[in-house]
């Protein structure tokens, strides 16, 4: 059972323009996102996070949108760059615990 | 050093031997997770260590997998009796306590077995 979903394996964006990566959760307990991102051959890295009790983050290029009762979450980038291609993990967090629910990725390319 | 570092980098390994993956956290960090990343997956949580308390050992998929984490520092995942479904990248996060949100990760050991 895929409580978090990442329903767009992949994605592909011109550099300057906007990148939305999209995020689905079904556990109604989950009350922290977060979004990693990870290069070829290197551990996730940390990139930005919300709590339910917010609907947006922003923090530089990024912003990250929280819809609870849709259960839904998206990472805005804007303007993309070709150094953000690289895989993007969204991530979830029962309140009050430490466990991270990880989607399965998208794929970013930006292109030239 | 300034990241969590995880050795071996590769493993390759076949189908019934023993193999032991070694994660150095973040000094200072008290809690340490494994996770794993097959092929296609997301990251699946395995087993969390919080100072001294008793590991959250609820993701280890079979009693085949095992991890200690010695003086509150270097943690040892173990898998006996290797089979070809446990490969996948095994990944190593710290943080600087249980409630901290960031986890951050070392680069991950990729393990084959043949």
């Known amino acids: 059972d895929q409580q978090v979903k990442q329903n767009s394996p992949s994605l592909s964006v011109q550099e300057g323009r906007i990148s939305i990566l999209n995020c689905d959760y079904t556990n109604s307990m989950f009350d922290y996102f977060l979004w990693y991102k990870k290069y070829p051959a290197e551990g996730p890295t940390f990139l930005i996070s919300i709590s339910s009790i917010k609907d947006k983050n922003e923090d530089g290029r990024f912003t990250v949108f929280l819809n609870k009762s849709a259960k839904h979450l998206s990472l805005h980038i804007v303007p993309s760059q070709p150094g953000d291609s690289a895989v993007y993990f969204c991530?979830?967090?029962?309140?009050?615990?430490?466990?991270?629910?990880f989607g399965t990725g998208t794929q970013l390319k930006v292109e030239l | 050093g300034a990241g969590v570092s995880q050795s071996p980098s590769n493993k390759v390994t076949e189908k019934g031997k023993d193999v032991e993956l070694r994660c150095d956290p973040i000094s200072g960090h008290t809690a340490l997770y494994w996770y794993r990343q097959s092929l296609g997956q997301g990251l699946e949580f395995l087993i969390y260590?919080?100072?001294?308390?008793?590991?959250?050992k609820s993701g280890l998929p079979s009693d085949r997998f095992s991890a200690e984490r010695t003086g509150g520092s270097v943690s040892t995942l173990t898998i006996q009796r290797t089979q070809q479904e446990d490969s996948a990248v095994y990944l190593c996060?710290?943080?600087?306590?249980?409630?901290?949100?960031?986890?951050?990760f070392g680069p991950g050991t990729r393990l084959l077995v043949l």
């Open positions: 996060a710290s943080s600087l306590a249980g409630w901290e949100e960031t986890q951050y």
């Open positions: 991530a979830a967090k029962p309140g009050g615990g430490n466990k991270l629910t």
């Open positions: 260590f919080q100072g001294n308390s008793a590991p959250d």
